[in-house]
């Protein structure tokens, strides 16, 4: 009896996985930890034409074009607004599409981060059929949180799989056009007078 009950510890132990909770708007959501790669602060983001309203737009994280996701605007509520507190949770999506590719990577722009929760699977309850402003097929259920409950992402599933193949090719190519729009934009006019050593100074960068 006492290797059975140690074998269920042991199992019990190895089934608690841990989650990230972070808030948008009044609401709070968790991701598994296993596809949070980074939290980055909220920075300079370049918007894109061309791509639905809840992309927020691209930042360029150490050269890779990665597309940031309000997912505020995607839940049919209103815009999030850049805050003190708001950041960037840089998580790695997996598809069915991408098997034995590399995983797509997204950043979800959070209100604030929480905690990192460990939770079992007794832990996890249903996802309600009605009452919250996200799509069940969204979510892997639900967990306790202090007073409140926080709702689990699938992060596999709040991007459809036409989606995560979309984003890259509509990522680099916004991206590849906003740099276009600004050398067009910085380059001299042949009809204006030269600039003076001063002021092109001050235009190069140190």
Do not use: H
């Not at 009896?1 to 989650?19: K, L, N």
């Not at 602060?41 to 940031?68: A, C």
């Not at 509520?77 to 590399?102: D, H, M, W, Y």
């Not at 709040?158 to 193949?165: C, F, K």
Request: include cysteine; charge should be negative.
């Amino acid at each position: 009896m006492q290797i059975a009950r140690e074998e269920t510890s042991r199992d019990t132990e190895t089934s608690v996985q841990q989650y990230l909770t972070f808030m948008i708007g009044s609401e709070e959501y968790a991701v598994s930890l296993l596809r949070v790669k980074e939290i980055i602060e909220y920075d300079t983001v370049t918007q894109i034409p061309k791509t639905p309203e809840w992309i927020r737009g691209v930042i360029n994280l150490r050269g890779s074009v990665v597309p940031v996701i309000d997912l505020a605007v995607k839940f049919r509520q209103a815009p999030s607004v850049a805050g003190k507190l708001t950041c960037i949770v840089i998580t790695e999506v997996l598809g069915e599409v991408q098997s034995g590719e590399e995983a797509a990577v997204m950043g979800i722009m959070a209100d604030s981060v929480r905690q990192v929760i460990d939770l079992r699977p007794q832990d996890i309850e249903e996802s309600p059929a009605f009452g919250t402003r996200v799509k069940i097929d969204y979510l892997l259920g639900m967990a306790r949180s202090g007073k409140k409950f926080c709702l689990l992402l699938d992060t596999e599933k709040v991007l459809s799989t036409d989606e995560l193949l979309e984003l890259p090719d509509l990522a680099e190519r916004a991206a590849g056009e906003s740099q276009t729009e600004l050398e067009l934009l910085t380059a001299p006019d042949p009809g204006e007078a030269p600039t003076t050593p001063a002021s092109s100074e001050e235009t190069q960068p140190e």
